[in-house]
């Protein structure tokens, strides 16, 4: 079983649209909890860190389940410039920072 | 934000050949770096966490004696892919922790074609 497992899409919407992404992780010691966008050919860049409480930034949420190991990010009002893949990614406890990246689900936001 | 360059950005290289890829975190010092790979339609697989002033710790699989790591400086990592073969032709991206609470700040990336 995969640690980060995401579904890998493509999620085709139109724009305007709201669009959902889920995300499950294995290992319970997982610490910290990010979403990141990548562009084709282009590095992961941060889009939101991930926190219990739930968070929002503009046109997305993202919200964490850590009783049911999941991770979500809703983006509300999709917009061309969406189009991207989005990777689920958790931090471990206790290893220096190390990142385990989802195999990232795919959005392409249609006129 | 934080800026973490890579240099270079696209390598063609013949089979045989090593080929190395610096990283440099441009306004924060980091000792922490890591090194991951990406292939098409994949997702990035960390290959090692770069350690300034001490060895790197390589993932299960990667041998480092192919992959040469070396952090010389708080602001500098490098990785050496040594005799290279088209099977290592990947996209190599480099990352540094700033503040743990914001997760890593990747560079640019370099795409390595071994021919």
């Known amino acids: 079983r995969k640690e980060v497992e995401q579904d890998p899409g493509p999620f085709n919407v139109p724009e305007g649209a709201t669009v959902a992404f889920n995300c499950t992780y294995s290992n319970s010691a997982s610490q910290s909890f990010f979403w990141y966008r990548q562009d084709c050919r282009k590095e992961p860049k941060l889009l939101m860190s991930?926190?219990?409480s739930g968070n929002e930034d503009g046109r997305f949420t993202a919200q964490l389940n850590r009783a049911s190991q999941y991770i979500s990010l809703l983006i509300r009002d999709s917009k061309l410039s969406d189009s991207a893949t989005y990777l689920c990614v958790v931090n471990m406890r206790n290893q220096g920072g190390k990142l385990i990246f989802g195999q990232g689900t795919e959005l392409s936001v249609k006129p | 934000g934080a800026v973490v360059s890579q240099h270079p950005s696209r390598v063609i290289c013949k089979s045989g050949t090593s080929v190395k890829i610096e990283c440099r975190s441009l306004?924060?010092?980091?000792?922490?770096m890591f090194w991951y790979r990406q292939f098409p339609k994949q997702s990035l697989m960390l290959m090692a966490t770069?350690?300034?002033?001490?060895?790197?710790?390589?993932e299960q699989g990667v041998e480092k004696d192919k992959f040469l790591i070396n952090h010389a400086s708080l602001t500098l990592s490098t990785l050496t892919v040594t005799s290279a073969h088209p099977e290592d032709s990947s996209f190599y991206i480099c990352?540094?922790?700033?503040?743990?609470?914001?997760?890593?700040?990747f560079g640019p990336g370099t795409r390595l074609t071994v021919l």
């Open positions: 306004d924060f010092q980091a000792t922490t």
């Open positions: 991930v926190y219990s």
């Open positions: 770069s350690n300034e002033g001490s060895k790197a710790t390589y």
């Open positions: 990352s540094a922790i700033r503040d743990k609470a914001m997760g890593q700040f």
